[in-house]
């Protein structure tokens, strides 16, 4: 398994917190993906992060915020959470193979907001 | 735009049997790459298996192989002598050639190992 690490795995929070869900990786890969997944359903991109000082909105709309201050840090942040946000949130980060990047996974902060 | 098909959202396999995942995709380019991802229960999502499509040769990895079918568009997983860790939720995902940042999954297949 890829050395990329999602904390924290779980998180029940009440509606209005703010929330960081931290993501780092020690591969020193530049590029860095958010997705949303929820249960028993196919992974949507959110952000991305080509390298430092460097970040994408996704395909999906998200209100999630991300930065990217250091290559191996890559946390994501809802400033006001809502129940609409429960989901799983998969961070990833990518080696180049062959022409093109490989995607490695996180364990996933599965969120509940009540 | 680019869709990944997996038609079969639940199967099952005997142990020690071989089972076969399928996966379809809609694409118009000629360069592109897919991806066997394979995400057990409560734990993290692991890359099972890569092919490039420019190459004709299917993709091994031990007891994980590919049959890809490019004018088919098609690319099923095929997994031998099944074993109880096997078991997940197996999905199917494709990205165009260089400079694509979009990875497109399919919406899965769980997969069951009986004993």
């Known amino acids: 398994e890829a050395d990329i690490y999602q904390t924290p795995r779980y998180l029940v929070i009440g509606t209005g917190k703010k929330i960081t869900l931290e993501c780092s990786q020690t591969m020193g890969h530049d590029k860095m993906y958010w997705y949303q997944q929820d249960p028993g359903m196919e992974l949507h991109l959110i952000h991305y992060s080509y390298g430092v000082n460097s970040t994408e909105k996704g395909d999906l709309s998200s209100e999630s915020t991300v930065s990217r201050i250091r290559t191996e840090h890559f946390p994501l942040t809802l400033e006001s959470a809502r129940p609409s946000h429960t989901s799983q949130y998969l961070c990833?980060?990518?080696?180049?193979?062959?022409?093109?990047?490989?995607?490695?996974f996180g364990p996933g902060t599965r969120l509940l907001v009540l | 735009a680019q869709t990944v098909t997996q038609s079969q959202p639940e199967m099952s396999v005997q142990e020690a049997e071989t089972v076969t995942l399928s996966c379809t995709y809609d694409t118009s380019e000629s360069d592109y790459y897919l991806f066997w991802y394979k995400q057990p229960p409560s734990r993290q999502m692991i890359l099972v298996i890569r092919q490039e499509a420019y190459k004709q040769q299917n993709a091994t990895e031990n007891r994980f192989s590919v049959n890809f079918q490019k004018a088919a568009k098609s690319f099923s997983l095929k997994i031998s002598d099944s074993q109880l860790g096997d078991a997940a939720m197996y999905f199917c995902a494709y990205i165009s050639g260089a400079g694509s940042y979009q990875l497109t999954f399919g919406k899965g297949t769980k997969l069951s190992v009986i004993p």
């Open positions: 990833a980060s990518s080696e180049f193979w062959r022409g093109q990047e490989t995607q490695y």
